[in-house]
């Protein structure tokens, strides 16, 4: 694989992720004739609760995230319908305005608990778990008796098993139903008066009033209110009348609140593309393109590697244009421009970019795969976490009063964000470095005095980056109560980082620690990384504190925590037990191939 | 602790491993000047950097773990702005488990007045013996230079900055800053509509106990019981214990003691204390009953001396300024379709006779009004929005932290840059 033969892999890649994408940013589209749900999904309101104004889509995707674990539903058979038609059918299920009984025989409720099933005298639907409003109600008093028990444990402070749990967490699902079956939530936008969005039942109540009252006098109906003709016309199936209001209503928000109008149209098409999920798959791609480079040099084909190299490199360029891209198109939903986290979500997929951002860095200085692997594995396992915490939740919520400066979070968050990342990755290396030494005959002294050199660069920007935003956390602070350093678990947890970095930093120039052991300290780094980000949540103290302890997210920073200590603690056996150092000791160090050292095996 | 860290540290200095030990001093230990160089090798040594960066970080890590018992403050006074601290071991363990572990169960730790006297000694000792002045150490020396300043700010916030409170009913106008930290026994005399006479009684004094007699006091004090901290009032019924007020709200209420630094709200920076006070005629020292005076109590309770009225109230002491803010409007915004506050506003009348000054002034969340060496801050609300309330801090050490913070990032930035550059050349020639 000669002259431009090295390109071709790397090109064909490269065009392969492109086409891809673009295949799935292709939207949906109505049919022409049938109701234009899609377009409807994309009119601005406002979830009761949020304070953000967000497409009806998005709003209907997190309540059946929250209700049923996935973003659609499937009808008896099996076919597959929007979240939208789901809260419409809820909306319009309102007993004395409307009368679609649809939506107490979807089948949306997730119940798994065996011993909350046969309080509702429910079969077990392996597979599915998935049960309609109408079968709860069933045993409703049952239901209400056992959720009001379940009520007064917590009034008194008492321990829940799991049983109360799950019951009480239903209890939360029926009542997201509920809320909407009376039409509490959403606030929706009258064109006459856009700056006061009210609740949806409160504008339908208010019309049918005044109808009522415009019959007796034999007066002529007032207009009904634009959301109202929406409603009946897709509870009457009359798809023309129901396509005709929302144009009507689309063009009277363009008019009054253009620019809202024009985010949420926006976020139904960042949603239906999903870029955080298709960064996930490319991660992966980047991920298996580096094994495979890996597995070039163990088998002595170092060309090979190298064009898996650029594979890799390129894909990572193409995850992170994506992954960037759905970083700013968040800050241009939400408002805040050059704000990267506003919450716990935020510092997920922020921390999982710097970490790539620091890996395509790393493996364009290095070219070995150290970079892409460091990328691929901070990408993929942020990725998951921003999964899991966006479950059922709105990404993209308000920010209290205090937190509402656009400067400090641009500023503050985002460099001890970068400081967590860079501590992040400095970690990842240490556990490379460790696997690699340990594990495989093939780190040869060069190697080592890269891994060492890429360990301290890291380290260095981790120190930076901490420390600015540490310090700059103190100024904010300062700015807004007076008080430049208060000693709050989270300001302590950023402290900690700083210090840690620090030590390592001081350690390696006294001579304390070479190679190895910055990398069993950067381990340790880690450890306490995963503390300052959730552990000092779950204390529950504090000006930060989310007061936030699900047990499985417990049972997730344990394990990522054990995890680092048994790397770390396989890092401190002796060196004479690392298989590259035996290899090492009984061979002489081969000299590094063009002044590039490579991770060609110590006998290749 | 700290000691034996140095000595453990010296020694490792003087091994071969200390890279940067020079090793003509730590040959020759014994003349005088040697010896004084060894000590300052020792002092200065990387090795005693890394011990003491790493007793520091486990005593942020305890002092953190504290504050799940212990209200914020007294974790800052017990870990951090102290010589030593007794870290219990219970704190490792979570607390819905009934603790088995008493306090004593645990092990001496260095606090952080000792760790950061070390790191400054460490610190001018390593810049004594190794580092020159040049380019290449420029970064270095910022950043160390900046870590002084920012030490240095912690110990003047920590000896000199006073907090306190200034509320402000709508329409209404304060001249005072309650001093949270400095209860006092206020006696308040009306004068005429606008004025009142204030003669305070220090809680300090109270707390001696005795009998407190003074010129401008209206009557004789005595101090039948006197605590530091109390936890509720209750009925009398309940309480378990004898009421020792004769009269006044006392009759109603029996105050609860608990132990001093423990608090319900983990940012309740002081105690509350209570008092039975026995209050005599001065003339005839017939006894005017004793009352019971709590900082718990809302309102103060009226003494009638003779024809004379008297409001006395166990209280934060008042800091009377000679300006006065009057709250003209008070905002409070919350996200349409939720209770999330958007927006704490205050518009005050700041008006200095001496000064000159009479102004409009608007504080808001991030957004303090700097006056007179103190700085308000919008912190809360009086009730439902009734009025508003600032924190006030005076912390004449204020500006040093920008100082500091802007010398090390600097600092960071040219040694961190410097290292890179150089890298970079060696790794693309």
């Known amino acids: ?604 | 602790m700290s000691q034996t860290s140095i000595t453990a540290s010296s020694q490792a200095a003087a091994s071969p491993a200390g890279v940067q030990a020079a090793p003509a001093a730590t040959a020759k230990p014994r003349s005088r000047k040697g010896l004084a160089r060894w000590v300052l090798e020792a002092l200065a040594s990387l090795k005693l950097t890394v011990v003491l960066l790493a007793l520091s970080i486990v005593l942020v890590f305890c002092g953190t773990l504290a504050q799940v018992d212990h209200g914020i403050w007294v974790v800052v006074k017990t870990y951090f702005r102290s010589f030593f601290v007794w870290i219990p071991l219970l704190i490792f363990f979570p607390r819905s488990v009934s603790n088995p572990l008493p306090w004593y169960i645990g092990f001496p730790f260095p606090g952080g007045w000792t760790i950061g006297a070390l790191l400054l000694v460490n610190l001018f000792a390593a810049h004594l013996v190794r580092f020159k002045i040049s380019w290449k150490r420029s970064g270095i020396l910022l950043i160390h230079a900046g870590l002084i300043v920012l030490m240095l700010s912690e110990l003047i916030t920590g000896l000199f900055a006073v907090e306190g409170n200034m509320s402000i009913a709508t329409g209404g106008s304060s001249n005072f800053i309650e001093r949270t930290e400095h209860m006092e026994l206020a006696v308040v005399a009306p004068v005429d509509k606008q004025n009142e006479e204030v003669t305070s009684v220090p809680a300090s004094i109270l707390r001696k106990g005795g009998q407190i007699s003074h010129a401008s006091l209206p009557f004789d004090v005595r101090v039948v019981q006197y605590m530091p901290n109390t936890k509720d009032l209750v009925a009398p019924s309940v309480a378990g214990v004898a009421n020792l007020a004769t009269t006044g709200t006392g009759l109603r209420f029996v105050a609860l003691e608990q132990p001093e630094g423990v608090g319900v709200d983990s940012d309740q920076k002081f105690d509350a204390p209570s008092a039975y006070l026995e209050l005599k005629a001065k003339d005839t020292g017939e006894s005017l009953g004793v009352y019971l005076v709590s900082a718990l109590m809302p309102n103060p309770q009226t003494v009638d001396v003779g024809a004379k009225k008297y409001d006395i109230a166990l209280r934060p002491h008042h800091d009377y300024k000679p300006y006065s803010m009057q709250l003209l409007d008070f905002t409070h915004k919350v996200y349409p379709g939720t209770n999330i506050p958007k927006d704490f506003r205050s518009r005050v009348r700041l008006t200095d006779k001496g000064n000159n000054e009479d102004r409009e002034v608007e504080i808001y969340m991030n957004a303090p009004l700097r006056y007179e060496g103190e700085t308000f801050y919008q912190v809360g609300v009086v009730g439902r929005d009734e009025g508003t309330v600032l924190q006030v801090v005076r912390n004449p050490g204020w500006q040093l932290p920008y100082i500091a913070c802007t010398m090390v990032i600097v600092g960071l930035v040219v040694h961190f840059g410097i290292n890179l550059t150089g890298f970079l050349r060696r790794v693309l020639s």
């Open chain 1, 1 to 604: 694989m000669n002259g431009y033969g090295r390109f071709v892999l790397p090109v064909v890649v490269l065009v392969v992720a492109i086409g891809y994408l673009a295949v799935s940013t292709s939207p949906p589209d109505d049919p022409p004739n049938g109701m234009h749900l899609h377009a409807f999904g994309k009119l601005p309101i406002i979830d009761k609760g949020s304070g953000r104004i967000k497409p009806f889509e998005s709003a209907a995707r997190t309540k059946l995230m929250l209700i049923s674990a996935r973003q659609v539903f499937y009808d008896e058979q099996k076919q597959e319908h929007s979240a939208t038609e789901w809260m419409l059918d809820v909306l319009t299920s309102h007993d004395k305005l409307f009368k679609n009984p649809a939506a107490y025989d979807h089948k949306v409720f997730r119940i798994e608990n065996d011993q909350v099933l046969s309080l509702l005298d429910l079969p077990m639907r392996v597979g599915s778990f998935r049960y309609s409003m109408g079968e709860i109600a069933k045993k409703w008093p049952e239901f209400v008796d056992a959720v009001k028990r379940v009520e007064d444990k917590k009034d008194k402070d008492q321990k829940l098993d799991q049983f109360d749990q799950k019951l009480s967490d239903l209890a939360d699902h029926v009542r997201v139903h509920m809320a909407l079956a009376e039409m509490d939530t959403p606030l929706v936008i009258d064109p006459d008066d856009p700056k006061n969005p009210r609740a949806l039942g409160d504008v339908v109540s208010q019309w049918f009033a005044s109808a009522a009252e415009a019959q007796k006098q034999g007066q002529p109906m007032p207009t009904p209110p634009a959301f109202l003709v929406l409603l009946m016309a897709y509870e009457q199936g009359d798809a023309a009348r129901f396509n005709k209001a929302l144009e009507v209503y689309e063009k009277q928000l363009e008019a009054v609140v253009p620019a809202d109008a024009h985010r949420t149209t926006f976020e139904v098409a960042f949603d239906d593309f999903d870029p955080f999920y298709q960064c996930t798959l490319l991660y992966v791609g980047v991920f298996l393109l580096t094994l495979m480079a890996w597995g070039s040099y163990a088998l002595a084909r170092p060309e090979w590697a190298r064009t898996l190299n650029w594979s890799a490199f390129a894909l990572g360029a193409v995850t992170l244009v994506v992954h960037t891209g759905a970083l700013i198109a968040r800050m241009y939903m939400m408002e805040r421009p050059f704000v990267f986290v506003t919450n716990l979500y935020g510092t997920a997929i922020f921390i999982g970019w710097v970490a790539g951002l620091l890996g395509l860095a790393l493996q364009g200085i290095f070219r070995n795969g150290l970079g892409t692997f460091v990328m691929a594995v901070a990408g993929f396992i942020t990725m998951i976490i921003a999964q899991f915490l966006g479950m059922g939740e709105d990404t993209m919520e308000m920010m209290r009063a205090v937190l509402d400066t656009n400067f400090w979070l641009a500023t503050h968050v985002t460099s001890v964000n970068i400081g967590y990342a860079g501590t992040m990755v400095a970690g990842i290396l240490g556990a490379v470095y460790i696997g690699w030494g340990l594990l495989t005959p093939t780190m040869t002294r060069p190697c080592v005095k890269i891994m060492g050199d890429a360990l301290y660069g890291v380290v260095c920007f981790a120190t930076l980056f901490s420390f600015t935003g540490t310090v700059l956390g103190g100024i904010w602070a300062d700015q807004s109560w007076g008080r430049f350093w208060g000693w709050d678990p989270k300001e302590n947890g950023a402290l900690l980082i700083v210090v840690w970095n620090a030590l390592i930093l001081h350690a390696r120039w006294g001579g304390l620690v070479k190679q190895r052991g910055m990398a069993v300290l950067t381990l340790f780094g880690n450890i306490i990384t995963i503390w300052s980000w959730w552990g000092v949540n779950m204390l529950g103290v504090g000006l930060h504190a989310y007061a936030n302890t699900d047990p499985a997210m417990l049972v997730a920073v344990l394990t990522a925590v054990g995890i680092h200590a048994a790397i770390l603690i396989a890092g401190m056996t002796p060196q004479s037990m690392w298989w590259s150092f035996r290899v090492a000791d009984a061979q002489a160090p081969p000299p590094a191939p063009n002044g590039r050292p490579t991770l060609r095996p110590a006998h290749g």
